[in-house]
């Protein structure tokens, strides 16, 4: 069963909790298939991509930067990502973020 855990992304309380949970839990399982190891390679490129667009639109967020800008950083991370799940990602998520969120007021 999942632990629930009282996150902020405002205050960004309980987030490091979270990334220890997830990374413990990442840790723990075993890839025994040797087709899933020859694409985790591939997959560690893709997230380490993504993570570096989202640590800069957080960056561009925090700082005078525009919403275009942060928003060509979280199409390039949902793109990385994207690219493991085999999605395929349409304006209307980014809209979707955009509307939720007032990223830049």
Known sequence: PATP??????????????R?????????????????????????????RAAESLRHALTVATGPGGEELISAELRQAIDDLGKIVGTVVTEDILDRIFRRFCIGK
């Open 20 to 48: 220890a949970a997830i990374a413990t839990s990442l840790r723990s399982r075993s890839v025994q298939s040797d087709a899933v190891q020859g694409l985790g390679s591939q997959w560690r490129e893709c997230l380490d």
């Open 5 to 18: 855990f009282d996150t902020s992304a405002l205050t960004g309380q309980g987030l490091a909790g979270l």
